[in-house]
């Protein structure tokens, strides 16, 4: 038992270094960095580029990885990137860094190449020695990645206990605001946290090498479970953090020890843990506080009453605001009318991927949905299309249905599992619900879709389209069709009773309650409609290859898709359609017809990422803002009172967006002191 | 602070309050927040609750709307004990409130707030056939018209009624908050401080109004103010917490006399007198 205690508390050394570094930032930045795993994997990729294919020694490849580039990486990317998140939505935070969690292992492959390394060195001189302890063996490595735990606890403890650094950063976890008025410059200390958190996972990336290998995928995947232990520590807890992030390493390890190898059970328990976690925390803080809440005890009264519109409070939001009061149809029937023409103009090559992105684009609508109306930030959609997809496979392939009918029970089902995640949720604030749904995907990921029954050996299950539509073409119109009548749905919703009950209980749940609304109900209800939607999507996905794979719906995945989607607008329609498209086109277009591989052909999904990470200037997307650039210059060309760009985009204006611009002008006979305050409600 | 004449309900208040809180105690942790305090609202009036800060005035507004749970005592609407309903269902029953910090949907316009306000309550169905009838298409009944366009006019809203909740100044979002509270058709509304932030002239404007919906829709009022000229002027019957105690219940006259208002307010002395002062001009 012992020697599965040494291991589980490698993982732990790694889930707790990382869970430190995640949290450290939150308190102090307010952002949670869900790019730790693609920062570590970078910096560990580094060490081991310097390390062993240019052959420098462990100590002056440890220290220019952890001390020069880590700390460089630190303040390039918050002097960049996350100085102007501050005031930025949960949203737009979470979006910022999965895209810059898509762009690093993409540089990194530019960088460094794109050979897989299955085996890759820690910090310990090879060949590892070994030691006996207890007639257990202990590697070298597992003696450093303990050390490392142990050293980066007391010295963590003693700068922030004794040290005037430690003390500014502890004044700036209580208020930023008051920290600032007492003379420390937070920005500075802000730029530190980030040093001290790329240089942790620097640390994590290099100790997890020899046990994961160099995969950018499965150090994300690393650092989701790490994820397990912030939640478990509420987000601000260091000490918890590191706790919890030993216990589940540990646990793990153990649960190996106790069940049968080889067995289905154990495999699937064992990635299940940090799930059991997260879930056994925020029953346990539900109960003791009736809520789960990031905002819960965060700043003082004067960092409340400076925060625009209540800052995150906002939470998922897609931060401008003011409905859609002056936005017309001519842009988005333009640009659909331009999508109908495309399958009579691609030849068959195109219209195949046509027709997948036309799928992907009624997935993007679930995230529209969520997340656009709901304001819920929701990771998971993926999966629910993987729920539709896998389901209507059974239904349509294994029991004979009616392919459509197939997929509709696919999209119920992946509307009554949103549903119980809606209702399991609801008292969670907005970066749990994210956390939570993040966690929901891996595990539905790793204990459903991985059973035999839909992954048939990585195959999947075929699935036949309609005989109106096997051809791509009848297809790609049948997806048109789809996406329509979603999409008007969705239109419908936003300007009913319905729309505006829902913009109430996004906006104050309070409020809604004493007027008589049912938060709940709202809730289960965006839920329900927005799952359905992805399972409906993820049918129509699954038809545009003609099988339903797994594999097609890996939760980091859905990610990127959600990277993308809130690139180009995730409260617009049609910009789910532009978005869909140009996931799939210009990768294809560089492939194919430019003839071009790597580096060149990741070029797109570098462009996705760094479009995320531009959210953190312009938050509404592409779409919504060319839109309303196209619409202003019809009013020019109509001789029209032009469109004033305040009211067409007010968003634009929103301090909340951007810092560095003033807020709009109060009405006269109103002091800014009462501007700030409405603000501030 | 202005001056405020003190309302005379149209009609006479029946035996049954429309608002009573029992014994009402609440501690959070160590800190009693309110200790075995008592109100009654009678029909078609305004009751005033003032108090210094901290005094446990929201606190005891948030037992009341459902939002806490007091540890003792109960809370009846109209006759009918409802300490354990959610804020939905008080609301349902007609109890409307407004809040100290704001709480507007900052994604909807004036007027919408007022339009979902009046369907939550006179057309409760929409909420949920608007999804499957193309309810963005059906117009406004006339009565939902009239209605939100009179109180969009009672409340001096009409000039930003299509203006966005995220870009109004503070005190006519606060008019917004009493309209959207008035719109869902209460017999009582709870307002938290509705004065703050207004000028003379909107507070004058505000006090008509609110007399305006008690002496013609009969409507009670709870009103919690630091401006205390405003209540003594408003209400009929005073209540006074102080440290989650309540300390004076009486008319303003009586208030105005009381030793133990007096020591509460030690050095406020013009609060309590609701001599007019250009403070807020």
Known sequence: MLQFIVVGLVFGSIYALAASGLVITYVSTGVLNFAFGAFAFFIARFYYYIHVEKEWGILASAAVSLLVLAPFMGIFFYMVIFRFLRLSSQLIKVVVTIGLSVVMPVLAEIIFGNDEIFQAPGLAPQPVSVYKWFGTAVTLDQVISYACVIGIVILGFLILRFTEAGLSVRAMVDSEAMTSLSGSNPSRIAAGVWV???????????????????????????????????????????????AVGLLMGVAGSLVQYYLPPDSEVTANIVPAIPFAFVTISLIVNIIRSGRVNEEEGVGGALDRAITPNGGSRLAASADSENLYPKFNFTFPIIIFAFFCILPLLFASYWLSIFVTAIALAVIFLSYTLVTGEGGMLWLCQITFAGV??????????????????????????????????????????????????????????????????????????????????????????????????????????????????????????????????????????????????????????????????????????????????????????????????????PAAFIQTVLKLDSPWSLMPVLLFGLGAIGLAQNPEGVVRQNAMGFQRMIHKLSGARAVPAATAFAGRHDPRLRPDEPPPAPEPATTPEETAEVSGS | MSTVEASQPSEVATDTPVLEARNITVRFGGLVALSDVSLSVPSASIVGLVGPNGAGKTTLFGVVSGLLRPNQGDVFLAGKKVTGAAPAKRAR?????????????????????????????????????????????????????????????????????????????????????????????????????PSSGLDGHETAQLGAALRTVVEEEHVSLLLVEHDVAMVLGLSSEVAVLDFGVRIAYGTPDEIRNDPAVRAAYLGDDEAVEGVQTDEKA
């Open chain 1, 196 to 242: 001290v958190s790329m240089m942790l996972a620097g640390l994590s990336g290099i100790l997890a090498a020899p046990v994961i290998g160099l995969s950018s995928a499965k150090y994300t995947l690393l650092i989701a479970a790490a994820f397990a232990a912030v939640i478990a520590a509420r987000l601000r807890s260091l000490p918890i953090a590191v």
């Open chain 2, 93 to 193: 029953l007609g109890l409307a409130r407004t809040f100290q910090q704001l709480e507007l949907f900052m994604g909807l316009t004036v007027r919408e707030h007022v339009v979902l306000g009046y369907r939550v309550r006179a057309q409760r169905r929409r909420l949920w056939s608007d999804l499957f009838t193309a309810g963005a298409l059906h117009p406004e009944s006339s009565d939902e018209k009239e209605r939100v366009d009179h109180l969009v006019k009672l409340l001096g809203l009409e000039s930003v009624a299509n203006t966005a909740a995220s870009a109004l100044p503070l005190g006519t979002a606060r008019r917004v908050e009493v309209a959207r509270a008035l719109a869902t058709g209460p017999s009582i509304v709870l307002l938290d401080e």
């Open chain 1, 388 to 585: 539709g997809a896998l389901a209507s496979a059974q239904f349509a392939t294994e029991h004979g249905w009616p392919v459509l009918l197939a997929i509709v029970m696919g999209g119920v089902i992946a509307a009554a599992i949103g549903v119980v995640i809606g209702l399991l949720t609801i008292r969670l604030g907005n970066l749990y619900v994210a956390l939570v749904t993040l966690t929901f995907g891996l595990l539905m990921e790793r204990l459903v879709f991985n059973l035999q029954t839909f992954a048939n050996f990585g195959q999947g299950v075929a699935i036949s389209r309609p005989d109106f539509a096997s051809t791509d073409k009848a297809f790609a119109y049948l997806g048109l069709a789809i996406f329509a009548i979603f999409a008007i749905l969705i239109v419908n919703l936003r300007r009913s009773t319905t729309g505006l009950a829902l913009n109430a209980v996004r906006w104050s749940e309070n409020a809604s309650r004493t007027m008589g609304l049912s938060v709940i109900q709202m809730k289960m209800l965006v839920s329900g409609l927005a799952a359905f939607v992805a399972g409906v999507g993820g049918g129509l996905y699954a038809l545009s290859f003609k099988q339903a794979v797994p594999l097609d719906y890996a939760t980091l995945l859905g990610l990127v898709w959600l990277a993308v989607l809130v690139t180009f607008g995730v409260r617009s329609n049609i910009a789910a359609l532009v978005a869909g498209f140009m996931l799939l086109m």
